[in-house]
């Protein structure tokens, strides 16, 4: 009896170790958290602190970057890249090419989190959307702070980065306020991109219109098209408008070409400005005016630049 009733027992005892569940095998999937973020093309639902993510904006890597999130970059576009971001020029974050073209393929093997796209690449958002989910971050330059303001919280959501991002932005206000407290009313100003011996002139609510629209500089011709490329000026039209204040962004110094700025700007025509006649004819850094607008370090930079022009 004695015997039958202790094999009773450890038979009972096998069953209810071959019952219960095996941690090793059985582990509980946890569900993955996910934000939903909102961008210039909609909502879109991404995962929450993504630890692997493709950047293919310079703007947006900046913001990561002062944000703390330079880590999670595992891919990006290495052509030109700003010399203020050139840490991240490096075999650590996998080339993926140029600004407008990337390599799919290399995306596609990073198996990234999250892709943060730009307006120039809005054309693949659907072939990078089947690899991962995708977000696009580009400024819209209608309303250049607020699109920049949002974009910036919005990057920070995905990170629980809010409070830094928060803190950051109230200084970017400080320091607009600043500037546009010495930015002369009476005095009125031309933005110019030069590029391979021609200039194209760029207006209010324009890719560079933050000049007037946030920092407060009086546009010269109010009636300047909005166009991407700018609206192509000839010299004459600078010397008749006869601007206080020339702006140039040089894109050939940018691009592999020839920097051409001052040759092309500095002619008999434009001499006869008021602009270049009170040394007011300002040569900005094309780095952050042509490549990576839209971030944190450049947005404070580009400010920073203005403000050098106006500073009493």
Known sequence: MKKTLMIMVTLLLVLLVACSPNKDTKKETKKEETVTITTPTGDVKVPKNPKKVVVLDYGVLDTMDKLGLGDTVVGMPRENVPSYLKKYDTDKVENLGGLKEVDIEKINELAPDLIISSGRMSDMNEKFEKIAP??????????????????????????DKQAEAKKQLEAIDTKIEKVRENVPTDKKALIILANEGKASAYGANSRFGLIHDVLGFTPVDKDLKVETHGQSVSFEYISKKNPDYIFVIDRGAVVGGEASGKKVIENEL???????KEKQVVYLDPELWYFAGGGIESFNKMIDEIGNVVKK
């Open 134 to 159: 995708t977000i696009q971050m580009s400024v819209d330059t209608a309303d250049y702070l607020k699109s920049f303001k949002t974009n910036t919280t919005e990057i920070a959501k995905v990170f």
């Open 270 to 276: 434009v001499e006869k400005t008021n602009a270049y």
